[in-house]
């Protein structure tokens, strides 16, 4: 797990942070650093588990989780989510497809804000994220 934390040098106050989980530290890295170009905090974890291992310790603005990963998936990470009333809103993506089978539409039936298929466009991840931590 790895993160940053600039913070505003005018006043001292922190940017938003947003957890990133997903188990491809291509995936991770990439999306960690657009939104630290972006102005905010990020920490990242590999799967479900270690999402919650940051969770115990942190609270983010937001959370961006894929959906298939071993371990906890995304699904499961939003289920526990759920279970402990956290309001910290959750962006779902996938890049897996199965015929008939909507992934994104049943993430978001189980309560992530908004979901996107891989490949992201970067710019709606960013301006999602900005709503929802605007909306905080």
Do not use: W
């Not at 906890?72 to 199965?98: H, W, Y």
């Amino acid at each position: 797990m790895q993160g940053t934390s600039p913070t505003n040098a005018a006043d001292g106050t922190s940017f938003p942070l947003v957890l990133i989980v997903d188990d491809d530290p291509g995936v991770r890295d990439s999306l960690a650093a657009v939104m630290e170009a972006f102005g905010y905090r990020t920490r990242t974890a590999g799967n479900g588990f270690e999402g919650l291992e940051v969770l115990a310790t942190e609270t983010p603005s937001a959370i961006i989780t894929d959906l298939h990963m071993p371990g906890m998936d995304g699904f499961e990470l939003i289920s526990a989510l759920r279970c402990r009333k956290s309001r910290v809103p959750v962006i779902a993506i996938s890049g897996g497809i199965t015929k008939g089978y909507d992934f994104l539409g049943a993430a978001k039936r189980l309560g992530a804000a908004a979901a996107f298929a891989k490949p992201l466009s970067v710019l709606e991840v960013i301006d999602t994220i900005q709503d929802l931590t605007a909306a905080a």
